[in-house]
């Protein structure tokens, strides 16, 4: 359970949150959504320790830099090293993790001729998808996904969400995004941010249309 | 111990990522030409001195002087420094001509190569180098925005310590790897020097005193570090590699010498005292600070911008856009 309890963020005078208080069940996924502006972005950065805030944010009751391990995060723009080719971003950045790396790949449509290339030759979406592998291969305990489908096409997000499904039962999965579709069979917990505060925090396990629902009552 | 994994850990990444991108190697290319430059010149200065000295030699036996003689004469020199100009009378062409042949002749020799090396690269190619080097280990991750990768894996202070710590590794390498190779490449050009110069004839002459060199091979490696450093908090200030390198050669190449406490100032007041300048590089003569405060005040320069380095990254935001 990842528990933030009378979070406050400020930002000078600005007040981004204040006393917001969130629980994430454990082995579950939860959608963090709402308009553009509302402040998901800096909720992950202050679950993720990136940022200076008031309150108590508790990974199974400890703080995130004693569970750094067991963290990953799939950022929007999925930094790599452009110059390098995929397999040294996954030595350099992948701890090691060449094998489950390689295991993951059929799974994800990448071809591991195409990890020889250096990444500033690879579309968006290929770097999305190694980000993404990458942060799998490591199985982590807390996986956390920032506008993991920008950039990338139909059928990898078929592959991408079959990944999630078989992943929910394992590792506690926040993702922050807008593509309620496609987050829809994979849900069990959402979370809805308007005016920098929670409108909504449901339960669910729905299917087809039932997000988009919930966040037309909501926004 | 936790702790510790972590720094190394991000040293183990820090290193990859330095030989992925070939940095290493290619600082290590440039180094090496640089040293080999210098290494050719001195072949040259070797080759041109001799030839100096037999023309000079031949002219005044020529003119019916007992050359022989003057050899075996004293040589007075009177020497008038005029800022960093230098002016030597000498009152024994002859003998003064052989002396600089037989001086000029041993620079390529045994530990000789090594202080040569030193002299050429430690006051303008190393500090570039290294603080370039610095700037960029810090850079690359601004440049990429891996640092949200990064800090996710270890606590921003323990990945900027294996940073620093893998900087000095690289440091280490680079400049004992350039001394070993300057060191090979030399003695392949001494003994093209000993085919085409009778060194025998200079066996009179005093050697090279050269009982300094691990005094030269320590202060060498502190300015490569303390340059290195110096590019280290120039990339945690810019977070970039472009305008700190600009600021960085303006300040080192065209700035002229800001005083006595000047760090440029300060480093020329050891150098002085520890090498001689006999190869083809002449420090200029810094303004007069003792030594020992020069070498205070570098050493608390260093941890100073070590100290700076940590506290302005514990004030700025982690999630380095």
């Given at each position: 359970?990842?528990?933030?309890?009378?979070?406050?963020?400020?930002?000078?005078?600005?007040?981004?949150?204040?006393?917001?208080?969130?629980?994430?069940?454990?082995?579950?996924?939860?959608?963090?959504?709402?308009?553009?502006?509302?402040?998901?972005?800096?909720?992950?950065?202050?679950?993720?320790?990136?940022?200076?805030?008031?309150?108590?944010?508790?990974?199974?009751?400890?703080?995130?830099?004693?569970?750094?391990?067991?963290?990953?995060?799939?950022?929007?723009?999925?930094?790599?090293?452009?110059?390098?080719?995929?397999?040294?971003?996954?030595?350099?950045?992948?701890?090691?993790?060449?094998?489950?790396?390689?295991?993951?790949?059929?799974?994800?449509?990448?071809?591991?001729?195409?990890?020889?290339?250096?990444?500033?030759?690879?579309?968006?979406?290929?770097?999305?998808?190694?980000?993404f592998i990458l942060a799998l291969a490591q199985k982590p305990k807390y996986l956390l996904l920032d506008e993991m489908t920008n950039g990338i096409d139909y059928e990898s997000l078929l592959q991408i969400s079959d990944i999630l499904k078989n992943s929910d039962q394992l590792m506690t999965i926040i993702a922050i995004g807008h593509s309620l579709e496609f987050y829809s069979p994979l849900v069990d917990h959402l979370v809805i941010i308007k005016n920098n505060t929670v409108v909504s925090q449901e339960e669910i396990k729905c299917s087809g249309g039932g997000l988009v629902d919930l966040y037309k009552q909501n926004i | 111990m936790i702790s510790t994994n972590r720094i190394f850990n991000c040293y183990k990444d820090e290193l990859k990522y330095q030989i992925y991108s070939k940095t290493l190697l290619l600082i290590f290319i440039i180094s090496i030409s640089l040293a080999a430059i210098n290494l050719y010149g001195l072949v040259s200065k070797a080759e041109g001195a001799y030839d100096v000295y037999v023309r000079t030699y031949n002219e005044f036996k020529d003119a019916g002087i007992d050359v022989e003689a003057m050899l075996k004469s004293p040589l007075n020199r009177d020497i008038k420094q005029t800022g960093s100009d230098?002016?030597?009378?000498?009152?024994?062409?002859?003998?003064?001509?052989?002396?600089?042949?037989?001086?000029?002749?041993?620079?390529?020799?045994?530990?000789?190569?090594?202080?040569?090396?030193?002299?050429?690269?430690?006051?303008?190619?190393?500090?570039?180098?290294?603080?370039?080097?610095?700037?960029?280990?810090?850079?690359?991750?601004?440049?990429?925005?891996?640092?949200?990768?990064?800090?996710?894996?270890?606590?921003?202070?323990?990945?900027?310590?294996?940073?620093?710590?893998?900087?000095?590794?690289c440091t280490f390498f680079i400049f004992i790897s350039t001394l070993i190779a300057s060191y090979i490449i030399g003695l392949y050009f001494h003994s093209q020097v000993v085919n085409r110069i009778p060194l025998e004839q200079f066996s009179s002459l005093p050697q090279i005193d050269n009982n300094k060199l691990i005094i030269q091979l320590v202060f060498s490696l502190f300015i490569c570090i303390f340059f290195a450093l110096i590019g280290f908090l120039m990339g945690i200030l810019f977070k970039s590699f472009i305008l700190p390198t600009i600021i960085f050669l303006v300040f080192n190449l065209i700035l002229p010498v800001l005083g006595k406490y000047d760090i440029r100032n300060m480093i020329a007041i050891i150098s002085h005292e520890i090498f001689e300048f006999k190869g083809r590089f002449i420090l200029f003569m810094p303004a007069y600070i003792p030594l020992y405060q020069s070498i205070t005040l570098l050493v608390a320069i260093a941890i100073l911008i070590i100290a700076a380095s940590f506290l302005y990254l514990s004030r700025q935001g982690k999630y380095y856009n």
């Open positions: 359970m990842i528990e933030i309890t009378n979070l406050t963020k400020r930002y000078g005078k600005y007040i981004v949150f204040k006393d917001l208080n969130i629980s994430f069940p454990t082995n579950k996924f939860t959608l963090i959504t709402g308009p553009n502006g509302s402040g998901k972005t800096t909720l992950l950065k202050c679950l993720l320790g990136l940022e200076k805030y008031t309150g108590i944010i508790k990974f199974s009751n400890k703080s995130i830099y004693d569970i750094l391990d067991e963290v990953q995060v799939v950022y929007d723009n999925c930094p790599l090293y452009a110059n390098l080719s995929g397999y040294q971003n996954i030595n350099s950045l992948g701890n090691n993790l060449l094998n489950q790396v390689e295991e993951l790949l059929p799974k994800i449509h990448i071809d591991k001729k195409m990890l020889d290339n250096k990444v500033k030759n690879m579309s968006f979406g290929q770097r999305k998808k190694l980000g | 230098r002016l030597t009378k000498v009152d024994n062409p002859v003998r003064f001509q052989f002396e600089e042949a037989g001086i000029a002749s041993q620079l390529l020799k045994g530990p000789n190569i090594i202080t040569n090396t030193l002299e050429w690269l430690d006051f303008v190619f190393f500090p570039i180098i290294f603080t370039l080097l610095g700037i960029h280990f810090v850079s690359y991750d601004y440049k990429y925005k891996t640092y949200k990768l990064k800090v996710i894996k270890a606590k921003w202070n323990k990945l900027f310590a294996g940073k620093l710590f893998a900087l000095f590794t």
